[in-house]
């Protein structure tokens, strides 16, 4: 199947000007990313989109950048899906050293455990990829065809929104992510939501990241702890949970 940008450029080929689109490019956090806590919430500085030439032989000018729209409503989604709560607000967005910046500051637990986690995950440096939704305003087809026969340069855009996207550096990153402490629940949960509904993002992802969480999440009391009314009710309700996520799945594989 083909991409909403494979689609565009297959019907505006050879065309000297270019419409409007709306599209979503997705940007890898390069070494440039610092994290602060604070009581409002975790606080990280993304690069989300520079000029180099991408994967598609497109390239995006930086001082194109149109960010007064964004600006009022500066949201941070989840892959895009402005359905779900978004998992962190924009600070601030801004053009510096040839990049656009951001410095997000996503969700405390108690106002959102999956925003929390996702905060966590790239902080810690399980999740290092952000994704940027713009409309396209002016853009022409590059002049070097021979390098970049299918490229197009974006001289003009204005920022949409911009989305935490579900890509670790490897799926089993997510497995150290609780081993290094992170709730994965929230993670899991919304995985078989996708699953459940067809949504969000493509059914061999959702596959992947489930298999993944799904195998570890096992509830263990350690040898150390005194077993208490508590950790026993803790236990339960882990055992409870899963059996609930169990039969989640059963339901779709049989749908």
């Known amino acids: ?102 410095a997000a500051q996503f969700m405390t637990k108690d106002l959102s455990s999956f925003g929390h986690s996702v905060g966590q995950m790239y902080a810690k440096g399980f999740l290092n990829a952000i994704s940027v939704g713009f409309r396209s305003q002016e853009a022409k087809w590059a002049v070097d065809e021979e390098n970049r026969p299918w490229g197009i340069d974006y001289f003009k855009q204005e920022l949409l929104e911009y989305s935490c996207v579900p890509v670790p550096a490897n799926p089993e990153a997510l497995i150290d992510a609780k081993t290094a402490g992170i709730d994965m629940e929230p993670m899991l949960g919304w995985v078989i939501e996708c699953l459940d509904t067809g949504d969000g993002i493509p059914q061999e992802t959702a596959e992947k990241i489930y298999g993944i969480l799904q195998t570890k999440s096992t509830f263990v009391v350690p040898k150390s702890e005194i077993v208490t009314p508590e950790t026993a009710g803790k236990a339960l309700s882990q055992v409870e949970r899963q059996i609930q996520i169990n039969e989640n799945r059963r339901k779709y594989h049989e749908f």
């Open 1 to 102: 199947m083909l991409s909403v940008i494979e689609k565009f450029k297959l019907e505006n080929k050879g065309k000297l000007e270019l419409p409007q689109i709306e599209l979503r490019k997705q940007f890898y956090l390069s070494g440039e990313k610092s994290a602060k806590e604070t009581e409002d919430g975790l606080e990280l500085n993304f690069i989300i989109s520079t000029a180099t030439v991408d994967r598609d032989q497109d390239t995006i000018a930086v001082d194109g950048w149109e960010l007064e729209n964004y600006n009022k409503n500066p949201v941070v989604l989840w892959a895009h899906d402005s359905r779900r709560p978004p998992v962190a607000r924009s600070l601030s967005t801004w053009v510096q050293d040839g990049a656009l910046k951001s």
